[in-house]
């Protein structure tokens, strides 16, 4: 269960022979153990609240599990999607509507985790303590806004832009690059998966990120937790 990634002025013949000279005696013995986690049912709403003295805000996570994975094609719609919601700072919805325009948070970012068998979506951000509720139905009412209205050819094309940046900078050093590489194995990904990536991004309309939204979010099913000073 082991993953090598070699990088370097070195031939493929000449990586070969150093693996094999210092691994080649490994013996497989026993039963390959399973290391993928279990799928999950779909969560439900709650709200949890852990008190902090130490902080003077809240911190507060907005999450809910997903009912696909990573290989699903549905994925990049949903990512292109939450660029034009969190994906960004300054560029996105959900921090014009929360601070720019209400002035109720002090930071905010969204975000999707897909392994080969679990999806989560999450947002995160934090404010004063009165803030929390209002927020939150700021963040609620950008996911349904999503899953009812297009999103506009500016943002889509920002979207695309700022996901397009993404793909080189996550490779701008050969750790990043071999991180890469092994992260692409470990969710049976192709090792060229930011390319055929870029591709996907270029073709994608509103109407299917639109059509991602509805299928799979659910905006009533958030978790909430809430770390801070304050415990209702």
């Not at 951000?125 to 209002?134: E, F, G, L, Q, R």
């Not at 109407?207 to 958030?222: F, I, T």
Request: with cysteine.
């Amino acid at each position: 269960m082991t993953t090598i990634v070699v990088i370097g002025k070195v031939t493929p013949e000449e990586a070969k022979s150093v693996i094999e000279k210092h691994f080649g005696p490994w013996k497989v013995t026993g039963t390959k153990p399973e290391t993928l986690l279990l799928p999950v049912p779909a969560s439900r709403p709650s709200v949890t609240a852990v008190p902090n003295k130490s902080r003077i805000q809240d911190k507060v996570t907005l999450a809910e599990t997903l009912g696909l994975n990573r290989s699903d094609p549905d994925y990049y719609a949903l990512e292109l999607g939450n660029h034009v919601l969190g994906g960004a700072f300054y560029a996105t919805r959900l921090y014009r509507d929360l601070r720019e325009e209400n002035g109720l948070v002090y930071y905010v970012s969204s975000s999707f985790e897909m392994s080969q068998t679990r999806g989560l979506y999450a947002v995160s951000y934090a404010c004063d303590p009165p803030n929390v509720t209002k927020a939150r139905a700021i963040v609620e009412r950008n996911l349904k806004q999503m899953q009812t209205t297009l999103v506009t050819p500016d943002e889509l094309q920002q979207a695309k832009a700022l996901l397009l940046r993404e793909i080189p900078l996550s490779e701008s050093s050969i750790e990043s690059i071999a991180h890469g590489l092994i992260r692409r194995t470990d969710l049976d990904l192709p090792l060229n998966e930011p390319t055929l990536a870029a591709h996907r991004y270029l073709r994608l309309t509103a109407e299917q990120v639109r059509g991602a939204y509805m299928k799979w979010v659910r905006p009533s099913d958030l978790v909430q937790l809430t770390e801070g000073p304050t415990s209702k």
